[in-house]
Nanobody, 111 residues
Framework: VHLVESGGGLVQPGGSLRLSCAAS????????MSWSRQAPGKERELVAS????????NYADSVKGRFTISRDNVKNTMYLQMNSLKPEDTAVYYC?????WGQGTQVTVSS
């Protein structure tokens, strides 16, 4: 199993970023996936999850209405569209399948 996140960076408050998670080594289309994040000094928290067919989606209260999780089962890729970003969204973002984690991508929201 291999999970590779990309798309992080530095963005101003109110800005947007789109994270990607490229998956390989398993039957991506058959399994639910999720995004989590970990800010400095804090525990890792679940941000959003998506069912295998992309229909069922769940979000942490802190990101509802601002973030959108999606997936492309042809490209074996999961996405996280992040809008209206706030400084408190600053964290390393990880994608997850079962017990497997990617290496993370840093998102920094600062003016």
């Amino acid at each position: 199993v291999h999970l590779v996140e990309s798309g992080g960076g530095l963005v101003q408050p109110g800005g947007s970023l789109r994270l990607s998670c490229a998956a390989s080594g398993f039957s991506f289309r058959r399994y639910s996936m999720s995004w989590s994040r970990q800010a400095p000094g804090k525990e890792r928290e679940l941000v959003a999850s998506i069912g295998s067919d992309g229909v069922i989606k769940n979000y942490a209260d802190s990101v509802k209405g601002r973030f959108t999780i999606s997936r492309d089962n042809v490209k074996n890729t999961m996405y996280l569209q992040m809008n209206s970003l706030k400084p408190e969204d600053t964290a390393v973002y990880y994608c997850r399948y079962n017990t497997y984690w990617g290496q993370g991508t840093q998102v920094t929201v600062s003016s």
